[in-house]
């Protein structure tokens, strides 16, 4: 597509409930990003993908945040039995690949609230 | 310690004027990027600028400059004749290391709000 897609664009769950993010690239991009950005701040790193591969996930949280891309394309974000600091908005963002350039293409975002 | 900092949390610039939005940084890497996203209430994260760390000008993209100081590890951002559109959060952020899937490190960032 000609931008990278977020669904759902919100998602309101109950304290303790899985949830599944969705990012969808742009086309033949090959490394995805997975950012959390809280209320009134910018966001955080929280994993990457080049590929199929997770290279980094120095920024999960926790052990209830799973992210995976298991074709290279499509990458889902997973987040187990959710609690309300879980809540912010989460960004996804791709970029072509190793090598220099000056930065990646957002998606809109999903914007989860824990109640 | 910060990586990013961005000291105005908010910012009122009347239609037309210039506004600078500041940004200090902090590495130790020589090979570094510096990059602005603007993000309006829609939510997406929309690029504005880039300065490499070895970059001899100041970077410009239309009615957005920036600041380059590289001694003092600022990198502030001039956007000249305000419009209302430019009403938005503006971060400043960074990439240590010149590779395109180094990770890029947020500031805070600035709420500007441009007055009609």
């Known amino acids: 597509g000609a931008g990278v897609s977020q669904s759902p664009r919100y998602k309101v769950a109950k304290r303790g409930q899985d949830v599944a993010l969705r990012c969808d690239p742009i086309s033949g991009h090959v490394s995805l990003f997975w950012y959390q950005q809280a209320l009134g701040q910018g966001p955080e790193f929280l994993t990457y993908f080049q590929n199929e591969a997770q290279l980094d996930k120095s920024g999960l949280p926790s052990d209830r945040f799973f992210a995976e891309r298991p074709e290279g394309s499509v990458s889902t974000l997973k987040i187990q039995r959710t609690q309300q600091e879980d809540s912010a908005v989460y960004l996804c963002?791709?970029?072509?690949?190793?090598?220099?350039?000056?930065?990646?293409?957002f998606g809109s975002g999903t914007r989860l609230t824990v109640v | 310690a910060q990586k990013i900092t961005q000291t105005q949390p908010g910012m009122f610039v009347q239609e037309k004027e210039a506004v600078t939005l500041d940004c200090t940084y902090d590495?130790?890497?020589?090979?570094?990027?510096l990059f602005w996203y603007k993000q309006p209430s829609s939510g997406e994260m929309i690029f504005l600028i880039y300065?490499?760390?070895?970059?001899?000008q100041n970077a410009t993209e239309g009615r957005y400059s920036l600041n380059f100081q590289k001694a003092r590890k600022s990198a502030n951002l001039v956007i000249s004749a305000s419009q209302l559109g430019d009403s938005a959060m503006y971060f400043c952020a960074m990439r240590e290391g010149m590779n395109r899937d180094d990770k890029i490190i947020f500031g805070k960032g600035t709420r500007l709000h441009i007055l009609p």
């Open positions: 590495t130790s890497d020589p090979s570094y990027g």
């Open positions: 300065q490499g760390s070895y970059d001899q």
């Open positions: 963002a791709s970029s072509l690949g190793p090598g220099r350039d000056y930065g990646y293409t």
